[in-house]
């Protein structure tokens, strides 16, 4: 449709021009020298438009060369992006060997994007050559010095991966210069720091890792309850009361309220002495939430008002009257009182609700004491068949899988990114 306009607009300039020129076609006198020549405006004319003709075509052969280096580039490129694409279907099927093969070979070549240089890192990687991998990521290095912060991530990345724990921490710091409070550097640093159990590490990085919204809520309190976990230990292991009472309070309010973490504060304090504290706080906290940990220390403890702890766990029973662990707490604080009959019952009543090692053994420890020797064996021979303790030591099972899986952004994009 356009030619087709062209045309007749062409011809209509033709037309008013011949209409135009025919009556006077003008004339045109040259002259240099003795030398004059003479035309009508009309030659003279289509000569200026011959002329203009000739040097565009003139222009366009001497261009030819750098056209033909232009096709020729473009030409390699496009093969270059099929050996690519051909390498990352290997990569992603899993032929690592071929595909790493195929990317090194491109990684060689100075018009390769970066993208080739970090597949072929990933492919070495996943086959375990450390030392091609590391030889792919500073070609990239040395080729895009501007992208120096992507190559320190994926380095980072894959080092964690292949557990090389201590190049990694370098190529963090490092990473950390480049690209400071950045969530991939945080999410990182936190995958060394879970990686070698560094719990001070951790600590320091929690406040980030809370600013930055690399985890959840949920999953950074799980992070932070499985840190302060080991942190009290440590106080624990210093055996100062008032060390672990300070560290306590220093704890973060909702990392205080996590009841598992709070079940060993108390088992700690027990542990160095502090029973009335300790039974304070199980009072308190059973009050706003019922939990079978902290109900079974508190028959643990030792040293307090044995008969204040009689009548609080005997007010648990009346809204609790079918709790196997309250019965038995119930079981362990009368035999400290010396309340044999109410000690029998509450084991017994235990046993019947849910039969433990624990509840046979001191059952039978209190009918050996009340002279029945037999009763007493039986009760030992059905503990011993029964296996360990149902309500074991406080502690907080938090799966860093599951936490770093939360934090884990999905970089195989990376891998085939152009």
């Known amino acids: 449709m356009k030619t087709l306009l062209a045309a007749l607009l062409a011809l209509l300039v033709s037309v008013a021009a011949a209409l135009f020129l025919l009556p006077d076609p003008g004339y045109v006198l040259i002259g240099y020298g003795k030398l004059s020549v003479e035309m009508s405006l009309v030659v003279f004319a289509l000569l200026l438009l011959l002329a203009y003709l000739a040097v565009c075509a003139l222009a366009g052969l001497w261009r030819v060369p750098a056209r033909l280096r232009q096709w020729s580039g473009q030409r390699q490129l496009r093969k270059l992006s099929r050996r690519y694409d051909a390498a990352v279907v290997e990569l992603l099927t899993g032929k690592l060997e071929r595909a790493e093969r195929q990317l090194g070979r491109l990684a ?11 597949s072929a890192a990933h492919a ?3 086959l375990g050559a450390e030392r091609r991998r590391d030889r792919y990521l500073a070609t990239a290095l040395k080729r895009f010095p501007d992208a120096a912060a992507a190559v320190r991530l994926v380095q980072a990345e894959l080092q964690l991966a292949s557990g090389q724990f201590e190049p990694a ?3 963090l710091q490092q990473l950390a210069a480049l690209l400071p409070h950045n969530r991939e550097t945080l999410r990182l640093q936190m995958k060394l720091f879970l990686g070698e159990k560094d719990w001070e590490g951790l600590r320091d990085l929690l406040p980030d890792l809370r600013r930055s919204e690399v985890l959840d809520h949920d999953n950074w309190l799980k992070l932070a309850v499985q840190v302060y976990q080991e942190r009290i230990r ?25 009841h598992a973490l709070l079940a060993l504060y108390i088992e700690q304090l027990a542990r160095l002495g502090e029973h009335r504290q300790a039974e304070q706080l199980l009072r308190e906290q059973l009050g706003e939430h019922w939990d079978e940990r902290l109900v079974y220390l508190y028959g643990d403890l030792d040293g307090c008002d044995g008969m204040a702890q009689q009548k609080t766990a005997e007010k648990w029973l009346e809204r609790h009257p079918q709790d196997a662990v309250l019965l038995l707490t119930l079981g362990k604080i009368s035999l400290r009182n010396k309340l044999w009959g109410k000690a029998r019952g509450y084991l017994e009543a235990s046993i019947g609700l849910q039969p433990t090692a624990e509840a046979y053994r001191l059952l039978g420890d209190l009918l050996e004491q009340l002279e029945d020797p037999d009763a007493a064996a039986d009760c030992y021979r059905k503990g011993l068949a029964l296996p360990a303790p149902v309500i074991e030591a406080p502690r907080v099972v938090v799966p860093d899988a599951a936490v770093l899986a939360a934090a884990d952004s999905d970089r195989s994009s990376m891998v085939v990114a152009d």
């Open 108 to 118: 060689d070549d100075h018009r390769t994007p970066l993208a080739v240089c970090l």
């Open 124 to 126: 070495a990687n996943r």
């Open 169 to 171: 921490r370098t190529t």
């Open 234 to 258: 440590e106080l624990t292991a210093a055996r100062d009361l008032d060390t672990l009472k300070n560290g306590w309070t220093q704890l973060p309010p909702p990392v205080r309220q996590d």
